[in-house]
C-alpha cells in the first residue's frame, strides 16, 4: 500500500495539470502527425538505469512520451521520494506519461480478490492521476492458465474499472496477452468490451501479443475512432515457431517478420492521433548503451510511418 504522505486527494483533475507539458514536439512532418512516439521503459530494463534515468533517456533519445511500470514508481516513493517531485521531474524532461503498467487482479471471479485488486487499482489511479498520465494498463492479471472467461461477467467487471478511472480522469486500456491461455486474443478482447457497453472502452494491443496469441493482424481493420489510443511496437523473428517464442524474442520494429506497414496504415484509417509504445524485453539490447536503444527504437518506428 502506498504512504499517505505519497499521495495527494484528487478531485476529478490533478492538481498537478498546471506541471503537465504541452505537446510541442509537434512532428513537422504532414505524415506524422496521425501518431505519437513513446517509450515503455521495459524496453531498457535490462540496463537498471533506475526510474528518473529512464526518464531522461526517453527525453534525450526525443520521445513525445513515456510507459511507466507502476512497480517502478512505488520503489521510488518507497526511497522516501514523492509524488509532486516525479511530477516536476517528468515536467522539466518535456515528456508525457502516456500509460501506466499495471497487473491488479480486477477481472479475477473471486470477490474478495477481486475487491482487494480494485482497491489496489484506485490507489495506483491516483497516483498516475498525479503524474498527470490518463491511462493506465487492464490485462488478465491474476488469472489461471487456460481458465476459460465468462464474456458477460467479465465485461461487467470492466465496466465497473472504467467507472473508477471516471472518477480519477485515469482510464483502463483493456489488455491482452497473447501466451496467458485465458484472455490472449483480439477477438477476446473485443467480446469484453462489447459487453461492457461503455462508451470508454478502450484496448490495449500489442503486435507481438497479436502473433503470440493467433489473433492475427486483420482484424484491426473492423476497428475505428479512439476504441484503440495506444498500441505497444515491436516486431518478431519468423524462423521461430509462434507457440516457442516468448517475450524475450521481440525485436525492434522493421526487424523481424510482423507486416507492420499494414498495421500500421490500419491504426492511422481509425482516426485521431495514436500512441505508439516502443515494448521491447530483448536481452542483447540490454547488453547495449540504453540511450543508443532507445534512439535506434525511435528512428526505426518514425521510418515506419513516414510513408503512410
Given at each position: 500500500m502506498l504512504n499517505r504522505r505519497n499521495l495527494f486527494r484528487l478531485t476529478g483533475t490533478s492538481a498537478f495539470t498546471v506541471l503537465l507539458p504541452t505537446l510541442t514536439k509537434?512532428?513537422?512532418?504532414?505524415?506524422?502527425?496521425?501518431?505519437?512516439?513513446?517509450?515503455?521503459t521495459s524496453t531498457i530494463s535490462g540496463q537498471n538505469p533506475g526510474l528518473l534515468k529512464s526518464l531522461e533517456i526517453a527525453s534525450a533519445a526525443g520521445y513525445d512520451g513515456v510507459e511507466l511500470w507502476v512497480n517502478n514508481i512505488r520503489d521510488y516513493l518507497k526511497q522516501g521520494n514523492t509524488i509532486e517531485t516525479l511530477a516536476k521531474f517528468i515536467s522539466r524532461h518535456r515528456l508525457i506519461v502516456e500509460n501506466a503498467i499495471s497487473f491488479t487482479p480486477w477481472m479475477v471471479s473471486d470477490p474478495v480478490k477481486r475487491k482487494a485488486g480494485i482497491q489496489e487499482l484506485e490507489e495506483e489511479m491516483k497516483m498516475m492521476a498525479a503524474l498527470g498520465c490518463r491511462r493506465i494498463a487492464a490485462p488478465p492479471a491474476g488469472i489461471n492458465k487456460n481458465e476459460p472467461i465468462d464474456f458477460q461477467e467479465a465485461g461487467n467487471y470492466y465496466r465497473d474499472i472504467?467507472?473508477?478511472?471516471?472518477?480519477?480522469?485515469?482510464?483502463?486500456?483493456?489488455?491482452?496477452?497473447?501466451?496467458?491461455?485465458?484472455?490472449?486474443?483480439?477477438g477476446q478482447a473485443l467480446a469484453i468490451a462489447a459487453s461492457a457497453n461503455d462508451p470508454d472502452a478502450r484496448i490495449?494491443?500489442?503486435?507481438?501479443?497479436?502473433?503470440?496469441?493467433?489473433?492475427?493482424?486483420?482484424?484491426?481493420?473492423?476497428?475505428?475512432?479512439?476504441?484503440?489510443?495506444?498500441?505497444?511496437?515491436?516486431?518478431?523473428?519468423?524462423?521461430?515457431?509462434?507457440?516457442?517464442?516468448t517475450d524475450g524474442d521481440r525485436v525492434y520494429p522493421g526487424d523481424g517478420a510482423a507486416p507492420l506497414h499494414e498495421i500500421l496504415k490500419d491504426i492511422k484509417a481509425m482516426g485521431g492521433t495514436k500512441v505508439l509504445s516502443l515494448e521491447l524485453f530483448n536481452k542483447t539490447y540490454w547488453a547495449d548503451d540504453p540511450l543508443q536503444v532507445a534512439k535506434t527504437g525511435l528512428q526505426k518506428?518514425?521510418?515506419?510511418?513516414?510513408?503512410?
Open positions: 509537434a512532428n513537422t512532418a504532414e505524415r506524422e502527425k496521425a501518431f505519437r512516439f513513446c517509450l515503455n472504467l467507472e473508477l478511472g471516471r472518477k480519477y480522469k485515469v482510464m483502463p486500456q483493456l489488455e491482452f496477452w497473447g501466451a496467458s491461455g485465458t484472455l490472449f486474443s483480439l490495449l494491443p500489442d503486435v507481438y501479443h497479436l502473433f503470440r496469441g493467433g489473433s492475427g493482424f486483420n482484424g484491426l481493420k473492423l476497428i475505428n475512432g479512439n476504441a484503440i489510443e495506444i498500441m505497444h511496437i515491436n516486431d518478431y523473428p519468423g524462423s521461430k515457431p509462434v507457440n516457442e517464442q518506428m518514425k521510418s515506419l510511418v513516414k510513408d503512410l
